[in-house]
């Protein structure tokens, strides 16, 4: 990171990016820059862009890019302000275990021309890790003969952390018979024990409980705990003794298996059972150990039962505990530290990143074709690795920081006499006998960027079911570049354009790499039935070319509202519909009608009627005209019928799955003497005018389904001959629109719900098209109650309304 003084701020500024600009150009340039391991999503690094010298509006055309050898999504650049931040969680201990040291190495490659700089972050542990014991409680066997000042082991925490935070002091718990012996060792480590202050008396004290804590030294402190329970015995009063309390052995990764690590030697002042010691492992011994040592539990003999590997494990810490025969067992604990001795046992690993291919044949002279980095898991003279190039050709190899090379022009190209070269890379470590590993790279000599990304047709009909999710795929556009390399990466977006007063972008976007197409919102037949836009095609070429497609995106309608009823007639109260009824009324004869009308189209929209029948209750003498909503008696009425009569109807769509709705009627039965001789004639007339209607839309719909079936027939093949390519299948499902022939009473219309038919980024619709969709008469009135002179109206209505063209 740059920092100036207070004095002419910007001159020393200036001055300092031009001489690390001047360094990076070298090829020896590196920044480093620190941040805290756990650190949050978008944590600021630094400005890596102005630290290199680079401009930020030539990061994308320059193709800036970090690679990384660890996980490469645990920082990330914003290509917008050229700013390094943290993209996912980094944890210290994960990444370096316990190493005092830990950074992450970044190489920021740009193109055109090719630059490569080396960035260090140093990832700074935090007290992210409390002081962990292995059990939580630790039992010990002290007898009560044990002499005041004997020590008793225990077991210490561990801290994933490191340095400060990792620095563990211990405290325990009150107590009038032990305190707590803590003894540094020269490894960073500490032996704790319990120090005896007064003398025990099993009699008067057989068990002890202490709770040892362990606090770390970050901040903010964390600590563990540990229960010290203390049984306290009698007899057998001496405890094995080992010759020393650490071992340090040293051992080739290349060591056999069953090699003798050590011989463990204890004793024990007590004579026979009690005098006889048992080796075995301590009870904190990892499962890695336990996998690459074992004890003779006679002998004390430790033995290799598994392979070293210097690069995995570099040391192992062994702690073993004697435990002798007497009753109770007394026990004692010695530590064995094994350090593992590096051998070239790894061949060098080379990666060529960055091929800048095809190259041009007039590239001037030192253009960087290729970067090089070599690493190799061995350490010391193991490690040093050396590159070098055959056979003879027009490159070389220039090394640009340790163990890294570019691969650069170091004669004329012609790509006349020789359109490729076939070059080999050789790394060599410096290990005795040494090894090495080869990479072949293929160098070719290309052109210009001189062919425009095509589309196979210029245009696609897509067709996508309203309702559909927020962010539905619905269509892949795909255009081939006969180019090659960065010259063929083809990348897409809209043609950005007003749909009514809101822009094509709100309602559908497309993927820049796979062409994919979605819709970003949900899509409603009754507001949008066509969207009409353009997506361009542009390839990566200098300068880039492209072309343009046009999408007719068709939205088909689904069956998501449900039938709404319209307000009853005058005679009726909120919500029902009420009517008198003379008991003289014979069979067939209309009392009472329901209306509903559904803002879909097609099957969705036809609805029909069926009368509920109640619970309990005798046979109704009414029912329901299925298409019309014409409630009418199906016998004469007698006495015998209750006066007041509830009918419940309901109203169902034609949609998948039908949606409902249900209408209350209530009808009063009068006797023939109380009603009105004007309204038994008229209820007498309408209902031959509505008997006379019924007769008369049978035959004429008769006579429409079979004229439209012709008109079907004709439009779909007119529509298939019209289409170069089938419809498109997306994510969103596959649609196709339907032609419904209904045999209902006035059910050939336009919807009436429609705000905007067609939407189209450019042009005028097309007009081959047909949409058809039942529902109400345009001449029914829903104020008119139960009478019916409005017959007529409602057959030159449906009539006139048979057909209309979709224009």
Known sequence: MLFAGRGGKGARRLLLSLLLLAAWEAGNGQIHYSVPEEAKHGTFVGRIAQDLGLEVAELVPRLFRVVSKVRGDLLEVNLQNGILFVNSRIDREELCGRSAECSIHLEVIVDRPLQVFHVEVEVRDINDNPPVFRAREQRLFIPESRLLDSRFPIEGAADADIGTNALITYTLSPSDYFSLDVQASDEMSKSLSLELRKSLDREETPELHLLLTATDGGKPVLEGTVQLLITVLDVNDNAPLFAQAVYRIHLLETTANGT????????????????????????????????????????GEIRLIGGLDYEETKSYEIQVKAVDKGSPPMSNHCKVLVKVLDVNDNAPELLVTSLSLPVREDSPLSTVIAFISLSDRDSGVNGQVTCTLTPHVPFKLVSTFKNYYSLVVDSSLDREKVSV?????????????????????????????????????????????????????????????????????????????????????????????????????????????????????????????????????????????????????????????????????????????????????????????????????????????????????????????APRQRLLVLVKDHGEPALTATATVLLSLEDSGQAPKASSRASTGAAGQEAALVDVNVYLIVAICAVSSLFVLTLLLYTALRCSAPPSEGACGPGKPRLVCSSAVGSWSYSQQRRQRVCSGEGPPKTDLMAFSPSLSPGLNPSEGNEHPETKSDLSGNVSSTFKLWL
């Open 260 to 299: 003798l690590v050590i011989t463990l030697n204890a004793s024990d002042a007590d004579e026979g059972v009690n005098g006889e010691i048992v080796f075995s492992f301590g009870s904190d011994v990892t499962l890695n150990i336990k996998k690459t040592f074992k004890i003779d539990s006679s002998l």
């Open 421 to 641: 070269y076939k070059l080999v890379v050789t790394a060599r470590d410096g290990g005795s006998p040494s090894l090495s590993t080869t990479a072949s790279v293929s160098v070719d000599v290309s052109d210009v960027n001189d062919n425009a990304p095509t589309f196979a047709q210029p245009e696609y009909t897509v067709f996508v079911k309203e309702n559909n999710p927020p962010g539905c795929h619905i269509f892949t556009v795909s255009a081939r570049d006969a180019d090659a390399q960065e010259n063929a990466l083809v990348s897409y977006s809209l043609v950005e354009r007003r749909v009514g007063e809101r822009a094509l972008s709100s309602y559908v976007s497309v993927h820049a790499e796979s062409g994919k197409v979605y819709a970003l919102q949900p899509l409603d037949h009754e507001e949008l039935e066509l969207l009409q836009f353009q997506v361009s095609a542009r390839d990566a070429g200098v300068p880039p070319l492209g072309s343009n497609v046009t999408l007719q995106v068709f939205v088909l309608d689904e069956n998501d509202n449900a039938p709404a009823l319209l307000p009853p007639g005058p005679g009726g109260g909120a919500g029902a519909v009420s009517q008198l009824v003379a008991r003289s009324v014979g069979a067939g004869h209309v009392v009472a009608k329901v209306r509903a009308v559904d803002a879909d189209s097609g099957y969705n929209a036809w609805l029909s009627y069926e009368l509920q029948a109640a619970a309990g209750a005798a046979r109704s003498p009414f029912r329901v005209g299925l298409y019309t909503g014409e409630i009418s008696t199906t016998r004469a009425l007698d006495e015998a019928d």
